[in-house]
Structure formats: C-alpha cells, structure tokens
C-alpha cells in the first residue's frame, strides 16, 4: 500500500485543482473544484484550503505545494513575481512558505513570473508550473508553448528557462462577444450551441485577412445575409479569435528571436486544444500535446527538488 | 412666421433623434430621446412614433423621412439593403414608404447599404445619410469618411457614390471590456472616471508594437505594477482599440483604392470625435468635422430632392 507523501494545488480564478501523490510519484487521488479565488472570501483561504484538501490532511501528506492565482493580490498571501529568464531552479528558489503555526504541514506558494515584451510588462501565475511540467512530460529543454485559456500565454524555453512570456486576452473576449455583444442575438443559446469545424476554419482563414475588430462584425453580417447558420456563428467567432492570436504569434516568432526546433507544445484542457490544434495545423505549424497533468507534474518535480535539496520550511 | 414642412428622424438602436423643418431648411425645432428601436416592441412602432413626434404632427408638416435602423428586422419594416456603389440618387429611389391608411402624413424610410470587403459582407444603416450630408455641408463629392460609435463605419465617397466601406466593432468591444471584464477590476468606476489625455494618446501608439487581443492584456499588467494610475487606465484602453481601428484603417487605404486628396471627414458626438481627432493627429493624418446636424442635412435634402420630383408616395 502506498502512503500519502505530497498535495499539490494549481489554484486558479475560477477552479481548484487537487493531486495526492506518493512517494514514488504515483496519483492517489485527484479532485477538482469551482472554488477559484474569487469564490473564497478574503481572510477565509485557510477554510477555504482546510475543506477542498479535506481527509487527505490527515493521510500522512507531509507538505502540500500550490501554485496559480493564490499567489496574486487578490489570494492566500501575495507572492512577488519573480523576472524572466526563469529556470525551474530559480522557481524553487522563490517559493513563499505560509506561516506554519496554525497548519497541519507547511504550505508553500509558487511565484508568478512577470516579462517584458514591447516596453510593456506581462505576467503568469500558474503557468509556470504548467510549462515545466508540460517540458518534463516530453522531454524537452527548450520548446515554443501555448496555453489556451481565458488569457492564453504563448512562451519560450530556452535550454531550460522562460525567457519570455506573451498573454493574449482571446478567451475572455470570446466569453464576452458570445454573451453580452451584438453578436449573441444572432446565435443560439449556450445550451444550443454545436461545434461546427468547417465555420471555425472559416473563421480562422477570415482572421488573416483584415483588422480583427472589422474580421468580428463579420460574426453578424455573414448570419445577417444567410451565409452562415445561426448554429455555425460561435465556432465561426472562436475561429476569428484563436487564428487572430495564433497568425500574429506565428508572425512574431522571428521577434522573439527564437529558433527552436520542433513541434509547438500545446497544454490545456481538449476542448482547447482541439480548437488550437486545427487553427495550428490550419497554418501549417505542428503540434504535440503532453500525455499528463502537465501542472500536478510541474508541482511535485518541484516538490522534489525542494525536498532534496532541504528547502521545506 | 415660418411654417412646418418636413419631419426628419435619425432612429438607432438606443436613440432617437428628430428635427422639425420649414420649407426654407430652417431647423424649427430639434428633439431626442433614448428611445431606440431596442426599447420599442415589436408593433408598437407607430404608437411610439405618435408620442415621440408629439405635437409635431400637428404643425402642418407634408412628410416624415426616417433613416436608421428603423428599417432593419428589428424596426418598424424591414428595408431591404442596397448594394454599393450608392449615390445619393440611388437612396432617393429606394425610399420604403408606409401603408398611408393610418398615418397622419406619408412615412418613408430610407434603405441602408451593403458591401462586400475581402469576401465578407458589411452593413450600415443611418450612416448612409450621415455621409451624404457630411459631404454637403464640406462641398464635397469624394473623400474618406469615418464614423465613430459603437460600430464605427469608415466610408469611401468617390464622385459623389458610396463605393465602400467597413465596420469596426470598437465601442461596443470598449464598452464590455470597460464594464465587465478583468481589465475592469483595476479601473476607477465609470462615474469617478477621468479623461486622461497622456494615457490615451500611449495606447494609440502602442496599439501600433504588437497584435491587439495581447496589447489589451497592458491595460492590467501596467495597473498591475504601478505603470498607469487606476483613473488613467480607461482612457490607455480607448486608445488601444481606437489606434487599432486608425492603423489599419490608414494602412488599408492602399487596399481600398482611394487617392483621395484632403482630409479625413470626421462625423459623431464631440466626446467620440474628439478621441479620433487626436488619433489621427497622432498618425499624421488631417482630419476635418462638419458644422452642422449631417444625419438631419442628408434627410433634409433627400426629402428635397423626393419632393421636386413627385416621388413621395
């Protein structure tokens, strides 16, 4: 029988993402929740914590390590952003121990990591974990990847650090325009909505061609005139988006000054990265995708190297 | 004592605006009302036209001449779309009138237009007039229009035809990005909000570094680090997405075929035209706004030109 060794959270806006591991590296148990940070009230994270990890507090864990927006202003405990180049040492070095006094085993939280493209300033929190877990899982040291999501990040690893970092806000936007814009009163309810591949082309193929804020108004008229079906808009809308972002990210590779050799790594949930996928192959850009928890796996390498190396508070 | 003659209505989505006419194309009287075609129901268009011209039905006025989206699916009658290029001579022959029987005066309403750019369709309706009279007010027969609003329209004139043009969804994008998204939460509320013309004038230019959906993610990162002041970051958003539709606009010049000499014409509510006039300025390019109500001047000379020759039903 195994024995419980490690909890490790990838605690995000919206959701809540448990792993209990063993010595060895074997899964326990996972368990997830619709507890993300704005769901816990300010001063109540430790509550918050104490019912989501529940019986597994008292498996034996002996350390339980998180990482995402828990770390931000508006979670557990602030933790500062730590400067690209990033290894996976310089995060093992960063991580934030919360005071032990009133927990049942330490609880450390990951750093963010915070860039600069353009002049502008561009942060992660979560991420990080993802993409070393996502590195690990393929073997890989250096790798272009993209992480589909509300605000999907495209990175750079370079011979094992993040060197660089870019967020695009295409899944909020996209939540928006299918909610709350002109947009929606042509297409059906959420309940309704089917995927339609060919109109996510269409879509994809349209993003290249003009301004994405004229491409959008497309979504309108091309159901106005009976071009499109009602039921085809959504995925024709996410195919403006997703190929917008993913034409001017495959355009400022060269910016990025990067010259890695194989396939884009892509990590997120499928119904994601299917739509990534297609508009990568699309495009002519190949794809691989981790066979894995890409963030639990990035946690406990972490938890690891911690342990190893006597750095548990 | 001048006598009324003629009723002009501009009916939008969420506005209603009409001016009251004497033979001469003096205004007697102007009036509007948040009564746009959203806030009427289905059938009850006339009943809200009684109320809304009011006493005006009264005064002696011939005819009522309506433009906007008044004459889409969801107005009073659909008006069928008429295909670019459109002079003005072409909208005079296209005016729907109302089924008389039950109307104090006869109604026309003015057909809207229909492109195709890159493939895709585009629609406008009400600023067709705005255009028309714009150019009659400026005395001239070709130039670039643009249109700020919620869908803000840049237009073609050419000889006296609309040749072209092509819809930007920038307001409504602005305003969900301003009321309900992340971006949102570092942002003063839209009563305490500020116009800050620095902050504005540094998101038209770095709309300019990089694609849009990743600029945007700025407007948080930069409140984020203490970058931009909360009051500032509405107006840096404003200039993100207006830079964004002004650079494409300006580059795809070339693709539209233009070579129009003199300025940009610049047609919309001061606050909106205002932001555009400093974009444009920005980019170097002239811009010129006309004296004068355009929607009300393009009706009134339609309604002219019906007039003298007995078109009017």
Same mark, same amino acid.
């Given at each position: 029988?195994?024995?419980? !060794?490690?909890?490790?959270?990838?605690?995000?806006?919206?959701?809540?993402? /448990?792993?209990?591991?063993?010595?060895?590296?074997?899964?326990?148990?996972?368990?997830?929740?619709?507890?993300?940070?704005? @769901?816990?009230? #300010?001063?109540?994270?430790?509550?918050?914590?104490?019912?989501?990890?529940?019986?597994?507090?008292?498996?034996?864990?002996?350390?339980?390590?998180?990482?995402?927006?828990?770390?931000?202003?508006?979670?557990?405990?602030?933790?500062? +952003?730590? &400067?690209? #180049?990033?290894?996976?040492?310089?995060?093992?070095?960063?991580?934030?121990?919360?005071?032990?006094?009133?927990? #049942?085993?330490?609880?450390?939280?990951?750093?963010?990591?915070?860039?600069?493209? %353009?002049?502008?300033?561009?942060?992660? $929190?979560?991420?990080?974990?993802?993409?070393?877990?996502?590195?690990?899982?393929? @073997?890989?040291?250096?790798?272009?990847?993209?992480?589909?999501?509300? !605000?999907? *990040?495209?990175?750079?690893?370079?011979?094992?650090?993040?060197? /660089?970092?870019?967020? +695009?806000?295409?899944?909020?936007? %996209?939540?928006?325009?299918? @909610? !709350?814009?002109?947009?929606? $009163?042509?297409?059906?309810?959420? @309940?309704?909505?089917?995927?339609?591949? /060919?109109?996510?082309?269409?879509?994809? &193929?349209?993003? *290249?061609?003009?301004?994405?804020?004229?491409?959008?108004?497309?979504?309108?008229?091309?159901?106005?005139?009976?071009?499109?079906?009602?039921?085809?808009?959504?995925? %024709?809308?996410?195919?403006?988006?997703?190929? !917008?972002?993913?034409?001017?990210?495959?355009?400022?590779?060269?910016?990025?000054?990067?010259?890695? *050799?194989? #396939?884009?790594?892509?990590?997120?949930?499928?119904?994601?990265?299917?739509? +990534? &996928?297609?508009?990568?192959?699309?495009?002519?850009?190949?794809?691989?995708?981790?066979?894995?928890?890409?963030?639990?796996?990035?946690?406990?390498?972490?938890?690891?190297?911690?342990?190893?190396?006597? &750095?548990? $508070?």
């Amino acid at each position: 029988m195994s024995t419980a !060794h490690l909890i490790t959270v990838d605690w995000g806006t919206t959701s809540w993402r /448990g792993v209990l591991w063993d010595a060895n590296g074997q899964m326990l148990g996972a368990r997830s929740a619709p507890q993300g940070i704005l @769901q816990v009230a #300010p001063g109540a994270f430790e509550q918050a914590w104490m019912t989501l990890v529940g019986d597994w507090i008292h498996s034996g864990a002996q350390m339980c390590l998180m990482s995402g927006m828990v770390g931000s202003r508006q979670g557990w405990v602030e933790v500062p +952003y730590v &400067r690209c #180049p990033a290894t996976f040492e310089t995060l093992a070095a960063h991580v934030t121990w919360l005071g032990q006094d009133e927990l #049942p085993m330490p609880v450390g939280i990951v750093a963010g990591l915070m860039t600069e493209q %353009y002049g502008l300033p561009d942060v992660m $929190r979560g991420e990080e974990m993802q993409i070393f877990g996502a590195a690990h899982l393929l @073997q890989r040291r250096s790798a272009t990847l993209v992480l589909p999501g509300t !605000h999907s *990040k495209w990175a750079v690893l370079q011979e094992g650090a993040i060197t /660089g970092f870019r967020s +695009y806000m295409t899944g909020e936007v %996209y939540a928006l325009l299918r @909610q !709350h814009s002109i947009l929606a $009163r042509l297409m059906p309810s959420t @309940q309704e909505e089917a995927w339609v591949e /060919g109109a996510f082309v269409q879509g994809v &193929r349209t993003s *290249k061609e003009g301004p994405l804020m004229s491409s959008l108004f497309s979504a309108r008229t091309l159901g106005l005139v009976d071009r499109l079906p009602s039921e085809a808009l959504p995925s %024709y809308l996410s195919g403006l988006l997703i190929g !917008h972002e993913m034409n001017a990210q495959v355009t400022a590779e060269a910016d990025m000054q990067t010259d890695l *050799k194989g #396939p884009l790594i892509l990590v997120g949930s499928p119904e994601l990265t299917l739509r +990534y &996928r297609i508009a990568a192959e699309d495009l002519g850009v190949q794809v691989v995708e981790p066979a894995g928890h890409a963030a639990a796996t990035g946690l406990w390498r972490l938890a690891q190297t911690l342990t190893s190396t006597g &750095r548990v $508070r």
